[in-house]
């Protein structure tokens, strides 16, 4: 069974950065998609982005511009790069992956998910 393990959570002051990591368990992504989505409290979970493995990138439109997604193939890790963030960026944060690549917004078409990380945005 694929493992993912996220990390890089905490508390981070409204406009600060922080950088999510997501590390597989084994080389299994190096040619499907892996994603980000994030639930906040009373929210059902949403799309945050995605890459494939060719680096092929999409945002959403509220994270478009201040988080960046990128991966590491040879080390089986995903990662995602937050800037400027804003209290309605609190959230858990959940790494997800499969191995294709189509409808990719779609929480459903992942195979694989991580426990999740908090992220806290204070003001």
């Not at 509220?62 to 309605?88: C, P, W």
Request: net charge neutral.
């Amino acid at each position: 069974q694929v493992q993912l393990v996220e990390s890089g959570g905490g508390l981070v002051q409204a406009g600060g950065s922080l950088r999510l990591s997501c590390a597989a368990s084994e080389r299994t992504f190096s040619s499907g998609t892996m994603g980000w989505f994030r639930q906040a409290p009373g929210k059902e979970r949403e799309f945050v982005a995605w890459i494939w493995s060719s680096g092929h990138t999409y945002y959403a439109e509220s994270v478009k511009g201040r988080f960046s997604i990128s991966r590491d193939n040879a080390k089986n890790t995903v990662y995602l790069q937050m800037s400027s963030l804003k209290a309605e960026d609190a959230a858990v944060y959940y790494c997800a992956a499969k191995n294709s690549f189509g409808d990719s917004l779609n929480e459903d078409s992942y195979e694989f998910w991580g426990q999740g990380t908090q992220v806290t945005v204070s003001s």
